[in-house]
């Protein structure tokens, strides 16, 4: 019965991550599947990794985060076996997955972390991914760790304006 369930579970993280054509975090991943208390904590972090260990799924980390995509042999495990979803949870995905599209694509694709590089500088990595593709990626040195964290916390409401402004002062002639 075990492998039954773990196999559903599976079945369940590969409908998630076809059902969207942007990678999903293992926490996007957890809190949906953990809100519907399919599983627990434990069982869905093991899921996670034999998906990927037997390459039905890629995973990519960018600084603190681990980006899920499904690959075309998770693709066609999936054609194979998702009627062994029910249609209500099949249901209950493509909902949550409407209703949450927009800020799940954000969460996933504007990214930014900071490290210590020298005895007085921080370097800001921050990046705007679009599908698998960087849009942009602009790496910076700064002088503390307080405006290190200070540009992180401000690029997830600022890299489009910052983004439309680089290009267009790059694109005039």
Known sequence: MQTDALTLYKLIILFLLDKVDFPLTNAQISNFILDKEYTNYFSLQQCISELTEEEFMTVQTVGHSSLYQITPSGEETLSFFQNMISSAIQEEIVSYLKENKYSLRDESSILSEYHKTGKDE????????????????????????????????????????????????????
């Open 122 to 173: 921080y370097t800001v990595s921050l990046r705007v991914m679009e599908k698998k593709n960087p849009i942009i990626d602009i790496n910076l040195a700064v002088p503390t760790e307080e405006d290190a964290s200070k540009i992180c916390r401000n690029w997830r409401g600022q890299s489009q304006e910052i983004y439309s402004y680089v290009l267009s002062s790059l694109l005039k002639e």
